[in-house]
């Protein structure tokens, strides 16, 4: 059974930054070959993508986050991450992590993030 488990969440003042992180037990020889994305959920509103890092480690964003937030990855720890910078009290929300490919799609159990002064 393949996990993800994401971390690093937690409280942050607005301009603060977190990093957060999405293991998966991928078979290591497999992980390289996943896209994965990143997806919020704000109280009240529906999930939303953030953004997404190919296989090819090509990345594209939301436009509520581009130049603010980034993702990585480092398939030797089957590993991806993103790191947020300039945080908003709108980007208060439980992050989740999703890893797919053609015939595959895992998702994480999600991490709070909570920006306020």
């Known amino acids: 059974q393949v996990q993800l488990v994401e971390s690093g969440g937690g409280l942050v003042q607005p301009g603060g930054s977190l990093r957060l992180s999405c293991a998966t037990s991928i078979n290591i020889f497999n992980f390289n070959i996943y896209t994965v994305a990143w997806y919020r959920q704000a109280p009240g509103k529906q999930r939303e993508l953030v953004g997404r890092i190919t296989s090819g480690s090509t990345t594209n964003y939301a436009d509520s986050v581009k130049g603010r937030f980034s993702i990585s990855r480092d398939n030797a720890k089957n590993t991806v991450y993103l790191q947020m910078d300039s945080l908003k009290p709108e980007d208060t929300a439980v992050y989740y992590c999703?890893?797919?490919?053609?015939?595959?799609?895992?998702w994480g159990q999600g991490t709070q993030v909570i920006v306020s002064s």
């Open positions: 999703n890893a797919y490919t053609f015939v595959s799609d895992y």
